[in-house]
């Protein structure tokens, strides 16, 4: 963004007019009281407000979107940073698939309704890496591979099929699609994909993203 008032009435001048006005001074004039056809002018006052509002935009922005301007070198990091905005926005519903080993030794797995744990939870340790993205019982599905412990629960999003030939199915609440998890299938279903997080700080990541659509 043009930080100076000059270089913003400079940017409008075209070579046009200074081929006829021979003067930049003059030429940001012509903008600045808006002699271009039908065009507003741009006063100061109306410049300092625009740079203020978009100011204020980049700050909230930067406050709601975490890892916003950050650069990470693990890859499950990267990938939830490639997501945050467009889940915390609802362009996509991305479901991730955790396994991973507990406070007490054991190993659980989860999938996860990204858009949802953003919005309930405190994701700033996440991305300070001094926390992990642990499965919880109240995810969409969870497992305790040692206790065999069972919990299953639909979220905002999503609404779990659990009775399913095809085994346990993700059905978006907003557009309706199904997201089948299952990794021997070509695709995980309409306007969705799966893609395998190479990280080494989890046993296994996998994450299935959706392109939210309205119901038609």
């Known amino acids: 963004m043009l930080c100076r008032y000059e270089d913003f009435l400079s940017s ?6 200074m081929n006829y006005l021979e003067d930049i001074n003059l030429a940001r004039k012509i903008v600045e009281f808006g002699y271009r056809g039908s065009r507003e002018g741009f006063s100061l ?12 935009r980049k700050s909230i922005y930067n406050k709601t979107i975490l890892s916003a301007g950050r650069t990470f070198e ?4 990267r990938a939830l940073q490639m997501r945050e905005e467009s889940n ?34 405190d994701f700033r340790l ?29 979220s905002p999003n999503y609404e779990i099929i659990a009775k399913s030939p095809s085994g346990m199915l993700f ?6 699609k199904i997201i089948n998890p299952d990794p021997f ?14 990280t080494t700080t989890y ?14």
């Not at 409008?12 to 007019?17: A, E």
């Not at 006052?45 to 204020?56: G, S």
């Not at 693990?74 to 990091?77: F, K, N, R, S, T």
């Not at 926390?131 to 299953?152: G, H, I, M, R, Y």
Request: glycine share 4%; net charge positive.
């Open 12 to 17: 409008q001048v075209t070579q046009r007019d």
């Open 45 to 56: 006052e109306r410049f300092m407000a625009v740079k203020a509002e978009l100011e204020q």
């Open 74 to 77: 693990e890859p499950m990091l």
């Open 88 to 121: 915390r926005t609802r362009k996509n519903a991305s479901i991730i698939f955790v396994r991973d080993i507990n406070e007490c030794g054991q190993e659980v797995s989860s999938y996860m309704d990204y858009s949802h744990r953003l919005a309930t939870e």
């Open 126 to 154: 996440i991305f300070d890496g001094k926390k992990k993205l642990v499965p919880k019982t109240t995810d969409l599905s969870f497992f305790n591979w040692e206790t065999q412990n069972v919990a299953s629960k639909s």
């Open 171 to 176: 059905k978006n609440k907003r557009d309706g």
């Open 185 to 198: 299938i070509g695709s995980p279903g309409d306007n969705s994909s799966r893609t395998v997080v190479p």
């Open 203 to 216: 046993i296994s990541v996998i994450v299935f993203d959706h392109y939210n659509r309205r119901k038609t």
